[in-house]
């Protein structure tokens, strides 16, 4: 079993910075891929940036975040960050961190992410 808890959530400016963090507890080895996902009020989740295991992940984004996120993990620390710059008022979200172990995902419980224009 995988815990996750987020924190770094809250209201910034247009054009400011946050970064989230989750950190993953509980009865196991290790994680495989860790990954940050987002759902605005009535919209589905949808994926926002995912990095692999390994001592150095790969990365991936969507399109809409490129350029502006930077997905990084710990995994000494059983960590996954979100660098977010340039933040817009479309950003704005509830972010759920996300874990994958032995084909089961695991879920955080989400942070608000809110970006006043």
């Known amino acids: 079993q995988v815990q996750l808890v987020e924190s770094g959530g809250g209201l910034v400016q247009a054009g400011g910075s946050l970064r989230l963090s989750c950190a993953a507890s509980?009865?196991?080895?290790?994680?495989?891929?860790m990954s940050w996902y987002r759902q605005a009020p009535g919209k589905q989740r949808e994926l926002v940036a995912v990095?692999?295991?390994?001592?150095?992940?790969?990365?991936d984004y969507a399109d809409s975040v490129k350029g502006r996120f930077t997905i990084s993990r710990d995994n000494a620390k059983n960590s996954v960050f979100l660098q977010m710059n340039s933040l817009k008022p479309e950003d704005t979200a509830v972010y759920y961190c996300?874990?994958?172990?032995?084909?089961?995902?695991?879920w955080g419980q989400g942070t608000q992410v809110t970006v006043s224009s």
């Open positions: 996300a874990a994958s172990r032995s084909g089961n995902t695991y």
């Open positions: 509980g009865r196991f080895f290790s994680i495989d891929t």
């Open positions: 990095i692999t295991s390994g001592v150095v992940g790969r990365t």
